[in-house]
């Protein structure tokens, strides 16, 4: 897997069809999930992922340093000036191979991701969600927002939204 389709967006510029197959494929696994009853609860462009070229297993370590640049570790700021002996003194900044084109997968075959909030729906169609679910509000749907029920229309909503953003870049 690789860059999210947010962080793809941003570099890539896909034609109508590639973007069309995206959102088709994305309501597949929305499917998917519901005939499993479950729901995903934090659908949205961060948790879809565009698979990369094959070809990028073949690279040697040079070969990957010279495309996505080499790590760029950052000192880890010990504002209470303390000894921490299990403390790091850095910490790397990951790379991201969203700005590397030439790496995504011209398919444009995309996988689901982050079901750490996904829950199963036993009888009915929504539950109340007694779980705090943090959603970012741009993909909550009006039942999650004004009645604390998350359920398939949860989804179906955040579906739509994601579509919508693939679609107008917005």
Known sequence: LGATLSGVSEHLHFDEARLQSICYQSARCMRNLQNLKLVHGDFRPENICVQLKKEI???SREQM???????RPIAVPNLEQKDYPNSPPYFVIPRSVDVASEVVSPTGKVAVIDLGISLRLEDGNEKDDDNDLRIPIPYCSPELLLLDKIGY?????????TMFEVMTGK
Request: charged content about 10%; hydrophobic content about 60%.
């Open 65 to 71: 340093m010279d495309l996505l640049g080499g790590p």
């Open 153 to 161: 229309a949860s989804d179906i909503w955040a579906l739509a939204c």
């Open 57 to 59: 297993n073949l690279l």
